[in-house]
């Protein structure tokens, strides 16, 4: 079992840049490939980034690529979110898979965290 706890969400106005983290714990952390997904109001639960378990594979969502960075380390997994846009708002949430094949696909995800709260004024 891996429990997740999300981390760093906010208000922030369009341009500026949040980070958030993903506190891990439970067993064997470092065997799961790691992303992040987000979900609007009204819309499905959408893919943003993911690393896998060693952290020099990285992959992104297009609307969010050169803008947001995906990382890992002891025990944790960050999303640093650059050049915010009001697009952005969501619930974002973290996600652990055993297969870095499947941590783009929602229903293959094994473990959810409960997401934080990122709003983008304009």
């Known amino acids: 079992q891996v429990q997740l706890v999300e981390s760093g969400g906010g208000l922030v106005q369009a341009g500026v840049s949040l980070r958030l983290s993903c506190t891990a714990s439970g067993r064997t952390f470092s065997n799961y490939a790691m992303g992040w997904f987000r979900q609007a109001p009204g819309k499905e639960r959408e893919f943003v980034a993911a690393?896998?378990?060693?952290?020099?594979t990285t992959y992104y969502a297009d609307d969010v690529k050169g803008r947001f960075t995906i990382s890992r380390g002891n025990n944790a997994v960050y999303l640093q979110m650059n050049s915010l846009e009001p697009e952005d708002t969501a619930v974002y949430y973290c996600a652990a898979e055993r297969f870095f094949g499947n941590i783009r696909v929602p229903s293959r995800v094994d473990y959810w965290g409960k997401g934080t709260q990122v709003t983008v004024s304009s």
């Open positions: 690393i896998n378990w060693s952290g020099d």
